[in-house]
């Protein structure tokens, strides 16, 4: 058994890391990964494999003890275990990483690291050896299908945003990530953020584009950073900009930081947003492929479809197909939440059943048996299949929706009611107004659920509430007011006991 | 416009033609398939937002609104099923549960978009599943502005206000805020009246429900079922000649809508529908009265009848008929300037008869038939939508011709017309310009020629256009020559660069429209002015199509009509020259009565023939010279001096305090008959309610005084004059009162009664006798007065939105004194610093002709060195400080330009 | 910095408008948008009041009315609310002796919930101005609140 030994450093750094890696020269088999979601919120946290055992609040002076005890001497340091054990699937040799390849690899920092591990490369190799046509073809090759959650084919997406007439063409990449659960798109920006980048440039070649945005999620203030630095170590190696690597092709990146709103991340409202208008939703058709931005083609694909692009260019469709499932190709970045032993990201094949991921990634549960899963979000639907398969046809058949891959998992001891609630809250709170059904159905659905909660309502209510999400799924505007149908068509369907034992009839 | 294909579809079995790509929520309602919706209206975009018009489309899935779809052929639809119809109950009751349904309380009451559906829906209070979520939506009640109210718990957020601001005003000044339930309409940032509404009111029109309703400047609330009747009339302000619907109760005017027909398709500005309560002010003239031993006493018809004709008599028979001169009035209607004019010509004998146009557009008249043929406006209003360049010049269309201000505005937001402005002052329309060249006030003959310079060095002229429809090229471009960007620059203060951009423009365009008005006219050199534009227009070949032309926004609501209908001391109705025997002869024919040969006096001379003695009497019908005139003190002079002075008006004007008989005539809503507007159509004004007191419309008035003459002119109704104006009027003779009162809006020239009037002038001939346009070689003249060290600030005087003229009408509302109240004076910030003025302070403001009092307010919008007075204020007249010096050709005084002195008042 | 030299950082196009509130927010001590300021930003956009207001009142990290010194938000999103987050918030109410929504008489804290802060991983979590907490405990959750209290009487 190979005794080599990992440590997983947090986003948080105040000057450990160098620390460490000094103080790690000359041990065998050691290796210092940063960078990484691994939870840690106190401080600097930092994690030792292979026992998982995560330290909080690391200060550098106590780098050395932790060393010493732990890596030397393999003994954990108790002042600092917080009492959390990861799981080794965190460890990126346990997952099929592509999107999340470098993260924690390299020092999200340096474009030199980037490079040095291939970066770039695939850009050079759409510009030089290949056309428009040609990048467009590979990716519709790929099947890959959009990540931001309703896995539209992005090939196809590309096709159309380079076909439309118009005075300009604009890329955005959409890490306006809001949906519960899900934090895949930060960890991208934070732990790689030149693939991103990278991803924009090819897709703004493939589609003619001249501008691409970057449109963040204004509290995600680490991925500003690092996307703003990495936009600008691009610009000075003439990566983006004019006449990028003398290839003739010449394309800017602006970085706008969001102003906060869930609806933001729906592409029209993003594109409102944009232009500097209230993030509302606009009638579609027509489509940002036909008018987007400021009324011209403009392509708007999720952080994890454009970081899925450099390796798909680099490596080839057939290569990315090897992965996933027929409809559903490539790896997905699920994040586990809730009840299980461990939460947090895996970056893993498209189609793992629900049960490899709770139990194999999440490590089972903590507390009790598996009652259901939150699939996609607040926006998905419960399902309490474990034979669920984790793609988009396979979610769907369950009547559910992959969404973002976030899974959030309820053991039978889990106040479901109270999630129902918080989904009741959010959508209420995130609806932009614009249309009744949503605007006013949300508040209801807010209003019954309380009662739920309290228990104070009636079986009335149960069906009252069904019926307007209902109806805000035939009638509403946007996707965020159709989507409330599923959450509490599902909750009612598997916790209707629960719900009823609520109800004061 | 090409005709749209027609494709079609079948709603619900229903077999329906409509044209490809109208909206399906409409086509259905246009064939009786009464789709529910209240976010859709139909002057502006879908915003499919109530949900309430879904339908089931076959082949699409789900739902879909009917607004947002645009017919296609062979669509098939359902738009009433059980589900369908339980889905929209669901949804009405999710609108009622946000909203406060106090109808008893609601001016919407009766007339309410909701209200009657949720009569349709049956969804009465007991019958809702769903409990209101009032105390969560936030209460909103901003009455801060003059004109309206909105309430947010009346508000079902259908966005058809701030469309409506936008897209037909081009405007913009609403907007949502917050988000979800807590979304509500704002203006400012704090309140309504922190905002750029001018209140025009096209939200509230467009509102469905009473969360935008009118404040009661007409005194008191009312419901649209409480209203008696509802009268279509036109608007008597400005010459857009929008058409309102008047809603009376009691014999009142109790609210005010835009009436949805040309030309306004149901827009106004402030004025016309917030600002007509002046035809109720207590200080209506009643009465006849006379003055006795220095005052007014009120007296019977017959008795002021008898003095006002005999008095005439006497001086007409003491001094002879030139002694005597008359003021029509472009406030009055065709019949009555016809009436009018005809009084002076047959009754008393002179064509000493003219009006305020003299002050406004006679320049236009004199210098476009020079060029032309005829002095009116080539164009037509709606026309505007489709120019690819609109040349703006003197002329503050959003103040003055706010409604004609919203298709110039909707051609720039959605047509991608290009507009070029050129004004000395930062008017509104700046906003919208991609080109503004701030000339110095004056100079445009310079600036005009340096454009012309440009397009002919880069040969942007239509050469074929000037070879076989002109004349004079080759004297003109003579003059061009030596008027390069940089001579013009020196010249105008403007850029030569932006003179290049703007020559390009407007040289290249497709379709380009020369829109002007004062800025343009009221100059010593304002025929030169007007022939300048002219010769823009012939050498672009901008004349006589579409959405091109040569367009003199006339200013008074009739002013079009009363040069029309020969309130012109050179010309008979219908711009037949008095010095023409042939013309001459017709109407002696008609009239019974030998006429004058002489042309007649005009505004200002009449003033000097007064105080030089040879003018005796006047009579003025409709017009307060007292204040309009330049150089009030000289005016004032005038009628002091003359023996007799009759002043036939609606209130006791500063001018009326002058006369000797003042008559009191009933006002645009107590009486029948037509205005014609700016752009040559005659409109229909009827009568609404009774004058107050024994007022009279004026063409009684003056039949009656004629008759006291012993000139019987044998009028019964309105109609016997139309009739004569028939017979008359060439370029009128097919507007009969038939086809008026049948609701056609004819535009002139229309010859006969089967002619469908006209457009646009000038499509295949110019109006002149060879039927060429003519250039002319205009060169450029300083103004009579410039700025010098003892008088070293150019004064420029105009108007602003919420006044018109000298007030007697828009201080006697409600609403407009609460927007201005008052007098005040545009000045750059930088000379109020150099002068040590305070925003606000009271200066003096004098001039070689007199002095005001008024308050300067510090403003971006005039450059350093000039100022700017609206001269509409009695208290701080600008006319006091005005030149009087005229262009020689049309006589029109320099309004626009005098040099004035600013001193700090200690 | 004052609002006319954030101004002039930005070209006055309309696209500007998000950051030049975001970024006049950032200076104000108040941590809101006065009437003033939004005005003047309007007035350099040249857009109408309202569309300014309109937006400003849309975004929830734009406040037009003033809040306390700090804003806690505590995430009442799914991962967060099944792992506890009623607990924190009752815990704040108590500890704060303020309701949802309210700030603190002493203007220090207004208490807020917010949606997923995507830090579910250490859910039920916390935002404390730009500050992210995570695998909050009652205990954990006082500390915080001394910190920011001692942090403040310093
Ligand atoms: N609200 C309102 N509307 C009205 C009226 C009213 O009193 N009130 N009156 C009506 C009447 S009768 C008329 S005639 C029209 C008049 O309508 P306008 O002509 O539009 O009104 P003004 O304010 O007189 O001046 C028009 C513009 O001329 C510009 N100007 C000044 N000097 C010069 C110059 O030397 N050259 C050029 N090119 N421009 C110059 C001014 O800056 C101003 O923008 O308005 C009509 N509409
Ligand atoms: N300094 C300066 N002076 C100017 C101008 C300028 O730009 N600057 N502009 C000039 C221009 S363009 C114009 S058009 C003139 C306007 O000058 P005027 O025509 O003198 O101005 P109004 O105030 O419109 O006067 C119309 C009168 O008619 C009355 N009236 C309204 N309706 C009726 C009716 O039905 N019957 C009768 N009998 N009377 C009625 C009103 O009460 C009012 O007293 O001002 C000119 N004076
Ligand atoms: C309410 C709502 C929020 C959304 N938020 C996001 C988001 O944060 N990030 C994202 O990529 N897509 C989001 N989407 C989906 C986008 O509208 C869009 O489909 C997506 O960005 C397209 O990218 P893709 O084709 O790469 O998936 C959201 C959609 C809705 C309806
Ligand atoms: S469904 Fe309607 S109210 Fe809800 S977010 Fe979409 S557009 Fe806004
Ligand atoms: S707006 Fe309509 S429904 Fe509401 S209270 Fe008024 S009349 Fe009744
Ligand atoms: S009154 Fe006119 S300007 Fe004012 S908000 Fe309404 S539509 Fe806009
Ligand atoms: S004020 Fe009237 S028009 Fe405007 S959104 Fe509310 S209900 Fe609609
Ligand atoms: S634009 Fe002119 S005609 Fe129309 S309402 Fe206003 S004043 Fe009357
Ligand atoms: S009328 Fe179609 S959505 Fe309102
Ligand atoms: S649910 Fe609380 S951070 Fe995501
Ligand atoms: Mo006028």
Redesign the pocket.
Known sequence: MSSRRYVLLGVADDGVFSRLKAEIEGLPNVEVIRGLSIGDFDGVSLAVFPTGVRYSGVPVSEVPTIVKKHLEGDKTVDQRFDGSVLPSTILPSRQKRIVLERVGVIDPESIDEYIESGGYEALKKALNEMSPADVIEEVKASGL????????P?GL?WEFTAKSEGKMRFV?A??????PG?FK?RVIEEGDPHRLIEGVLIAGYAVGASQGYIFV?GEHSLAIERLKKAIADAKERSFIGENILDTGFSFDIRLVPSAGG?????????IEALEGKRGQ?RPKPPYPPQKGLWNQPTL???????ANVPSIIMKGANWYRSFGTESSPGTKVYSVLGNTVHTGLFEAPMGITLRELVFDYGGGLKDGEFRAALVGGA?GGFIADLDTKLDFEGVKEKGGMLG?GAVLVLSDKADAIGVLLSIARFFKR?SCGKCVPCRVGTQIITDIMTRVYNGNCTRKDLDVMLDIAYNMKLTSF???G??VHLPVKTALEIFRADFESRCGD | MSSKEMVTIHIDGKEIHAPRGASLLKVARDNGIDIPGLCYYEKVSPTGSCRLCVVKIDGRPGLVPSCMVQVEDGMKVTAFDDEIESVRRGILEMILAEHDDDCINCEKNGSCELQDLAFRYNLGRELRTLPSLLDVVPKIYDDSSPVLIYDSHKCIKCGRCIKACFEIQGKGVLSFAGKGLGEYVVAGIENWADSACDGCGECVQACPTGALVEKPVYGVRVREIDVDRKVVTTCPYCGVGCQLELWIKDDRIVKVRGYDDIPNRGSTCVKGRFGLDFVHSPDRLKYPLIKKDGKFVEVSWEEALDYVASRLSEIRDKYGPDAIAGLSSAKCTNEENFVFQKFMRAVIGTNSVDHCARLCHASTIAGLVRAFGSGAMTNSIEEFLNADVIFITGSNTTETHPVTATYIKRAVLFHNAKLIVADPRRIDLVDYATVWLQQRNGTDVALFNGLMHVIWKEGLMDEEFIRSRTEGFDEFIKVIEKFTPEKTEEITDVPKEKIIEAARLYGSAERASIVYAMGITQHVTGTDNVLSLANMALLTGNVGRESTGVNPLRGQNNVQGACDLGALPNVFPGYQKVTDPNARRKFEEAWGVKLPEEPGLTVVEMMYAATQGKVKAMYFMGENPVISDPNIPHVKEALEVVEFLVVQDIFLTETAQYADVVLPAASFAEKNGTYTNTERRVLWVQKAIDPPGEAKPDWVIVQDVARKMGYDMGYSSVKDIIDEINRLVPIYAGITYERIRNGEKLQWPCPSPEHPGTKYLYKDRFNRPNGLGKFHPVDFIPPAEWPDEEYPFLLSTGRILYHFHTTSMTRRTQALPQYVEGPYMEMHPDDMKKLGIEDGEVVRVVSRRGEIKIKAIASGRVYSGSVFIPFHFAEAAANMLTNDALDPISKIPELKVAAVRIEKIE | MSIDNVLKKFEPLPENLLPILKEVQETRPEGYLTPDDLRKVAKYLHMSYARVYGVASYCSALRVVPKGMHIIQVCDSPACQLMGATTVLEELKSLLGISEGETTPDGLFTLETTSCLGVCGVAPAMVVDEDVWGNLTPDKIRQIIESYREEETR
């Open positions: 299908r959009g990540r931001g959650g309703a896995g539209f992005t997406k955005i959409n890490a306006d990530e809001s949906e899900t798109d999620r869930y609806i933001c991340g729906e592409e029209t409202a993003l939703p708007v694909n999720n952080v994890e479809t454009l926006a973002s995130e946007c996707p965020l159709q989507s």
